[in-house]
């Protein structure tokens, strides 16, 4: 069992729909970050949330919309999507820093149709 | 873009041998870490070795860092079937606040 906690495990959308992914920590972390996976290949960092404020944003077009309600919650929403962000899409969670091991949920694998 | 550059990009060993893989990066860094990832699943941390630090070892992992030829290398001993995994180091380049991962190696262990 993973400490980060992310709904849903998988995901189908059309290229029209809005859909949100979520995740959750319960461990006091500061930081939450989001991640996208496609296969065989490393973590790419989309956003980097500290201290519920948004600190980076990689030029992630603006299709994918971050959200952080709380200390604990961590959104992000989708919107017109494109077949190629069909991808896993991780959400990890850290003290903060890059000094910091990053805790990992599971992903949320998305495929666009 | 990805700092880190990994290799080799598969491995495959019979279980009981070592595996190591080895970490290349770009820019002066403060920490590398190392983290694992099983099929389907997300990324685990293993150990986390600072810029001052030569080497550190945790259980059946033996990590090596060596800031004059920005490398590092990952050693995992007596090595089992549940160690099949693609293992990434990551970097945090100094300022950046965030980590980049290298590409990864694809490491499978044959009963």
């Known amino acids: 069992d993973t400490e980060v906690t992310q709904t849903p495990k998988h995901l189908v959308m059309g290229m029209t729909n809005k859909k949100s992914l979520k995740c959750e920590q319960h461990?006091?972390?500061?930081?939450m970050y989001w991640y996208k996976q496609k296969a065989k290949k490393p973590p790419e960092l989309m956003f980097v949330?500290?201290?519920?404020?948004?600190?980076i944003n990689e030029s992630v077009p603006s299709r994918f919309s971050p959200e952080c309600p709380n200390s604990s919650l961590l959104n992000l929403h989708l919107h017109a999507l494109q077949p190629e962000d069909s991808a896993l899409y991780l959400c990890?969670?850290?003290?903060?820093?890059?000094?910091?091991?990053?805790?990992f949920g599971d992903g949320t694998r998305l495929s666009i149709l | 873009s990805q700092q880190g550059e990994e290799d080799p990009q598969a491995l495959s060993i019979q279980e009981g041998e070592n595996a190591t893989m080895n970490c290349s990066y770009k820019?002066?860094?403060?920490?590398l870490q190392w983290y694992r990832q099983n099929s389907g699943r997300g990324l685990v941390h293993l150990i986390l070795?600072?810029?001052?630090?030569r080497e550190k070892h945790s259980g059946r992992l033996r990590v090596t860092l060596d800031t004059s030829k920005k490398s590092s290398s990952l050693l995992i001993t007596a090595s089992r079937a549940a160690d099949t995994a693609s293992y990434f180091c990551?970097?945090?380049?100094?300022?950046?606040?965030?980590?980049?991962f290298g590409q990864g190696t694809r490491l499978t262990i044959n009963p």
């Open positions: 949330y500290s201290y519920e404020k948004l600190s």
């Open positions: 070795i600072r810029s001052n630090e």
């Open positions: 990890a969670s850290s003290q903060g820093g890059g000094d910091q091991p990053q805790h």
């Open positions: 461990m006091g972390h500061r930081a």
């Open positions: 820019t002066s860094i403060n920490n």
């Open positions: 990551a970097t945090d380049p100094q300022g950046a606040q965030k980590l980049v």
